[in-house]
């Protein structure tokens, strides 16, 4: 039972414009959430996080948007640059659980030249 | 200053024989956790340590695999009698506490069972 899922396995996008990674989650104790970025042979490095309390944070580049109602967040990259092609990753956290990290499967980011 | 380190790298072991892999937290980090990640999957949580608290065992796919901490340093993750599905990358991470602080993850060590 996936309880973090991202449906696209990969995404390619132009460098310049707009990366949109999404997510959904089914288990509504979830209230933080988190992206990472993970270059081959790396462990995956924090991007940005989100509280339930919050629907949108934004970070230079990067902005997660979270939608409760729907379960669902996403992360837009703009403008998106070659070095942004990774594997991202977002997971969850439940308030009341330790720290521990529930991830989705993962969408392997390409941006082209 | 210095991330998580992990050792080895990679291991490639037969199966059936025993496997200990490594993990250096960062420096004044109280949580420890392990993940792994099978190939083409995301990451599992498997274990985490909070300091002197019995650890969070819930995620541990079998009694083949344990994992202990020397106060707040080393980690060292067993798995006995290991079998062809635990092949995967075995991830170590470590935050400052066990509430929303960062976790910094090290570099993975790839087991592979033939």
């Known amino acids: 039972d996936q309880q973090v899922k991202q449906n696209s396995p990969s995404l390619s996008v132009q460098e310049g414009r707009i990366s949109i990674l999404n997510c959904d989650y089914t288990n509504s104790m979830f209230d933080y959430f988190l992206w990472y970025k993970k270059y081959p042979a790396e462990g995956p490095t924090f991007l940005i996080s989100?509280?339930?309390?919050?629907d949108k944070n934004e970070d230079g580049r990067f902005t997660v948007f979270l939608n409760k109602s729907a379960k669902h967040l996403s992360l837009h990259i703009v403008p998106s640059q070659p070095g942004d092609s990774a594997v991202y990753f977002c997971?969850?956290?439940?308030?009341?659980?330790?720290?521990?990290?529930?991830f989705g499967g993962g969408t392997r980011l390409m941006v082209k030249p | 200053g210095a991330g998580v380190s992990q050792s080895p790298s990679n291991k490639v072991t037969e199966k059936g024989k025993d496997v200990e892999l490594r993990c250096d937290p960062i420096?004044?980090?109280?949580?420890l956790y392990w993940y792994r990640q099978r190939l083409g999957q995301g990451l599992e949580f498997l274990i985490y340590f909070q300091g002197n608290s019995a650890p969070d065992k819930s995620g541990l796919p079998s009694d083949r695999f344990s994992a202990e901490r020397t106060g707040e340093s080393v980690s060292t993750l067993t798995i006995q009698r290991t079998q062809q599905e635990d092949s995967a990358v075995y991830l170590c991470?470590?935050?400052?506490?066990?509430?929303?602080?960062?976790?910094?993850f090290g570099p993975g060590t790839r087991l592979t069972v033939l």
């Open positions: 997971a969850a956290i439940r308030g009341n659980a330790g720290n521990m990290l529930t």
């Open positions: 420096s004044g980090h109280t949580a």
């Open positions: 989100i509280s339930s309390i919050k």
């Open positions: 991470a470590s935050s400052l506490s066990a509430t929303t602080d960062t976790q910094y």
